[in-house]
């Protein structure tokens, strides 16, 4: 499997719903999206772009979804209905590769979205590329967790904000874990105020760095070495002397 995507710009993306599809496949019990977060990466770099809107999903969220996220009937209800933001949305991914961490959920409830449009929308997969981040994570770590809180304790990443599921903040977090689990990545932008500005994550050396002082050691040193490895000689081979 190669875990190295070729795309240029990537949407590392997740959404929250009223509820848990039950099934197997892409059949909806009436479920629908109440938050998409999305962020933008460029040549495996995060942009400080991103795109997040709660919805109205024009029916009840599920208790059992509301202790996941957080998200409730009342807070939703002032929100823009997915129709409203649709276009803004398919603008910010058209031409993009979708980053997902189980990809299947998030993209098959965006293809039930847009099927509901009027005109009907575009399926996911006609505009977009998709990557699915668990199926990597599965076949780097076999046989592991590798859920989200999983991958950030495996890789040292902070999710301590993560009380509750959220979309732009899980998908913060994702392209932390992506870009580490798949290698390369040298500069990370999530915990900047300004766009553009360093935070936190892997920072590589500057090229232009001044170089390190090497301090040699003196004769008596030199002499002082040998006569402890002659001292281990003594006891069997010695290593540093092959």
């Keep these: ?5 070729s795309a240029k710009r990537q949407i590392i993306l997740d959404t929250e719903t009223t509820g848990m599809n039950q099934s197997s496949g892409p059949i909806y019990l009436g479920h629908r999206i109440i938050e998409i977060g999305c962020v933008e990466v460029i040549n495996r770099r995060l942009t400080g772009r991103h795109y997040h809107e709660y919805i109205n999903p024009q029916q009840p969220i599920d208790e059992e979804a509301i202790a996941v996220h957080g998200i409730t009937n009342e807070f939703v209800a002032d929100k823009p209905k997915f129709h409203e933001i649709a276009q803004s949305f398919i603008e910010f991914i058209d031409g993009a590769e979708i980053v997902a961490h189980n990809a299947n959920f998030d993209v098959s409830f965006m293809d039930h979205e847009f099927s509901m449009l009027q005109p009907r929308g575009p399926k996911t997969a006609d505009i977009c590329q998709i990557l699915d981040s668990l199926a990597i994570a599965k076949h780097l770590h ?7 809180d999983a991958l950030c304790k495996r890789y040292g990443i902070d999710n301590s904000a993560r009380d509750l599921h959220g979309a732009l903040l899980d998908a913060e977090i994702l392209a932390d874990v992506y870009l580490l689990m798949t290698g390369g990545q040298t500069k990370f932008n999530l915990s900047s105020e300004k766009a553009g500005q360093e935070g936190g ?4 050396l500057s090229a232009d760095r001044s170089k390190l002082k090497v301090i040699a050691a003196s004769a008596d040193e030199l002499i002082r070495h040998e006569e402890r ?3 281990v000689a003594k006891s069997g081979q010695c290593l540093w002397r092959g």
């Design 1 to 5: 499997m190669n875990i190295v995507s």
């Design 142 to 148: 076999p046989g592991q967790k590798n859920n989200l």
């Design 201 to 204: 994550g892997i920072h590589r």
């Design 229 to 231: 490895l002659d001292l």
